[in-house]
């Protein structure tokens, strides 16, 4: 078993900034790429949307609406991912899932998600 675990969440003014961590744990044997994806509560059509991911070699890549404001980074000693947020905005808000493709003593290349952080950003 995998666990992702999301901290960092919270209610923030428009302008300002947040720091996302995440943390896998588990029979974990290496992990590919690791990454942000995001939903805006309160409408369940809305599919979950990639924020950012970053490969095992530090390869990354970003969404149009967050390039410039937003930065992903990994300590794969500590098998966790960051999110740096700056300059946010309201339409920023949303849950803010994490996610990690993982090869165990059993599965190669196993989709695991976090259960996710509220990122509030309202004046």
């Known amino acids: 078993q995998v666990q992702l675990v999301e901290s960092g969440g919270g209610l923030v003014q428009p302008g300002g900034s947040l720091r996302l961590s995440c943390a896998a744990s588990?029979?974990?044997?290496?992990?590919?790429?690791m990454g942000w994806y995001r939903q805006a509560p309160g409408k369940p059509g809305k599919e979950r949307e990639l924020v950012a991911v970053i490969t095992s070699g530090g390869s990354t890549n970003y969404a149009d609406s967050v390039k410039g404001r937003f930065t992903i980074s990994r300590d794969n000693a500590k098998n966790t991912v960051y999110l740096q947020m700056n300059s946010l905005k309201p339409e920023d808000t949303a849950v803010y899932y994490c996610?990690?493709?993982?090869?165990?003593?059993?599965?190669?290349?196993?989709?695991?998600w976090g259960k996710g952080t509220l990122v509030t950003v309202s004046s």
């Open positions: 996610n990690a493709n993982v090869n165990t003593d059993t599965h190669i290349g196993m989709e695991c």
């Open positions: 588990g029979s974990i044997f290496s992990i590919n790429s």
